[in-house]
């Protein structure tokens, strides 16, 4: 049982390179989310997708675009990547109501020099 | 704007010793309450859930936590810590009504286990 799959587990990117991170679950949800952990600072939203076809924005989507190409996937792009954009980056998903916990990776950690 | 604080940035306990990590909460009404666990290296695993009902609730590994509506706190206990729960926990709230499951997270508390 697989859960949420995470690619790369690892990532090093020099400024300006542009890089999509990807996400898939197999626990049939309708919405799914990307995080960004940084020290200090828990856990921030990015974009979550409330079900297939449908984006919002979080409390950082700047510098960050996102595809829900299907139920199971939900990719991150970075178009040109900051230094400020260091960060562990986490896909979860979860049913669609407040009552339902979420499901996590196990995370990209990505530097940008 | 709901939020999440948890006060103690890092917290050293003695193995076999009691343990209790704070989270309060700002929200116009009572949210749903999560508690979750990442160990080193690893994503975020559910430790317990509030949703209604009885204030004390059971989660998995021991764990259990006391919904206080009149302190807008829930904080985390577990009567006797074992070194393998040397970890980072989160509090997080996701909104009763509206918002669907977003959730809103406290910066979490280093917990370091001492033997």
């Known amino acids: 049982n697989a859960g949420v799959t995470q690619t790369p587990k690892f990532q090093v990117l020099k400024t300006g390179q542009s890089m999509t991170l990807q996400c898939a679950q197999d626990m049939n949800h309708n919405s799914m989310y990307w995080y960004r952990q940084d020290p200090g600072m828990g856990l921030r939203l990015i974009y979550y997708s409330a079900s297939e076809g449908t984006t919002d924005k979080g409390e950082v989507p700047n510098g960050y675009n996102v595809s829900r190409l299907n139920k199971r996937e939900f990719s991150l792009r970075l178009e040109s990547a900051a230094p400020s954009q260091t960060s562990v980056y986490f896909c979860?998903?979860?049913?669609?109501?407040?009552?339902?916990?979420?499901?996590f990776g196990d995370g990209t950690r990505l530097s940008i020099l | 704007a709901q939020s999440v604080t948890q006060p103690d940035i890092h917290i050293t306990v003695s193995e076999g010793a009691s343990l209790e990590l704070r989270c309060n909460y700002s929200?116009?009404?009572?949210?749903?309450l999560f508690w979750y666990v990442q160990s080193p290296g690893q994503g975020l695993q559910l430790l317990l859930k509030?949703?209604?009902?009885?204030?004390l609730v059971q989660g998995i590994k021991g764990f259990e936590a006391e919904f206080k509506r009149s302190q807008s706190s829930f904080n985390l206990r577990k009567p006797s810590v074992h070194w393998s729960d040397a970890a980072e926990y989160f509090c997080?709230?996701?909104?009763?009504?509206?918002?669907?499951?977003?959730?809103?997270f406290g910066t979490g508390t280093q917990l370091k286990v001492e033997l």
């Open positions: 509030y949703f209604s009902g009885d204030t």
């Open positions: 997080a709230v996701a909104p009763f009504t509206g918002g669907g499951n977003k959730l809103t």
């Open positions: 979860a998903s979860s049913y669609d109501r407040g009552n339902q916990p979420q499901h």
């Open positions: 929200y116009g009404a009572t949210p749903y």
